[in-house]
């Protein structure tokens, strides 16, 4: 295609984006609702997977030392466990981080443990964190095949509950992006449809004369892709003011802070959000009138 005539396909593109303002803010508004309602989506997903990574970081299993075990024993124990395949840390406590830990959480009332100095009832133990959470049952079978195990402890049901909302909201997110797609694509390709009728005329004029199918629906084309992308760049815009408001409402909450989890900054996604957006608004925007295209263009 030479230069002049993909100068005046572009340039006919953006004419008519100009020139046909009621459906160019018809389309313009229903790409970025549907970017928009996507995008939250696809923050909570992003935001669920960090929050994630970071329990998988706190969320760790207790393995109790049988209280038989030498030191040489307690350190074999101990290189068995770090060799486990998606073990993360092992950090060793000894009985008397054990008792020290149940002193601090009765406070005023650790003098109940003092008849215990001589004689530390608790067992010595491994704290181990994963780098899967969901490899959390298979990890707990192979350390109870150790010889000077006595015992786990695991909060098995949190982990299964963080696992299964994880995923629901990967499937959710998923689901309405096709959907979302789906209907965007439907809306704008019936809103340019109703510019295309407009001019259909001047399309079956330009046919008349000789110019090709491709000739005539890369205008089209352009216009969409145009819309698509001052949807992208508005509703990243819009997202980004919604999302740090947000952010910073629940981050100052003292749940978050007892519970030491962070929310994603819009800058970590925005990357990916504007690429993202990109493809979607240029690739809805196109598709729309190439299929609102179709009858006119019939032989």
């Not at 396909?9 to 953006?14: C, D, K, R, V």
């Not at 609702?33 to 299993?61: P, S």
């Not at 409402?249 to 030491?260: A, D, G, H, L, Y």
């Not at 925005?270 to 263009?297: D, E, W």
Request: glycine share 6%; charged share 15%; net charge negative.
């Amino acid at each position: 295609m030479k230069y002049s005539v993909l100068g005046y396909l572009i340039g006919e593109g953006f004419r008519n984006v100009l020139k046909n303002k009621k459906s160019t803010m018809a389309s313009l508004f229903i790409m970025w609702a549907t970017m928009f309602i996507f995008g939250i989506f696809f923050l909570i997903g992003e935001n669920v997977q960090a929050v994630m990574t970071q329990v998988e970081e706190q969320q760790a299993m207790q393995v109790f030392v049988s209280p038989d075990a030498t030191e040489t024993e307690e350190l074999e124990l101990e290189a068995k466990i770090k060799a486990i395949p998606y073990v993360n840390t092992t950090e060793h406590r000894t009985k008397e981080d054990a008792l020290n830990t149940m002193k601090a959480w009765l406070k005023d009332s650790q003098y109940i443990l003092d008849s215990y100095a001589e004689d530390n009832p608790f067992k010595a133990s491994y704290v181990v964190t994963l780098t899967d959470l969901s490899k959390s049952e298979e990890v707990q079978q192979q350390i109870l095949t150790f010889e000077n195990v006595a015992s786990i402890t695991v909060r098995n049901d949190t982990i299964n509950t963080l696992l299964n909302l994880a995923n629901g909201i990967q499937t959710a997110s998923a689901v309405i992006l096709v959907l979302l797609v789906l209907i965007s694509t439907f809306i704008i390709s019936n809103t340019i449809k109703l510019t295309v009728h407009a001019r259909r005329k001047e399309i079956s004029i330009m046919k008349y004369v000789g110019a090709t199918n491709g000739f005539i629906r890369w205008p089209f084309m352009v216009e969409g892709i145009i819309i698509g992308i001052i949807a992208a760049l508005i509703t990243v815009l819009c997202l980004g003011l919604a999302y740090n408001f947000v952010a910073g409402q629940v981050t100052s909450t003292e749940i978050t802070e007892k519970i030491q989890i962070s929310l994603l900054q819009f800058s970590d996604v925005f990357n990916t959000l504007i690429i993202t957006y990109l493809l979607l608004g240029t690739g809805i925007g196109a598709i729309g009138s190439a299929i609102s295209m179709r009858k006119y263009l019939e032989v």
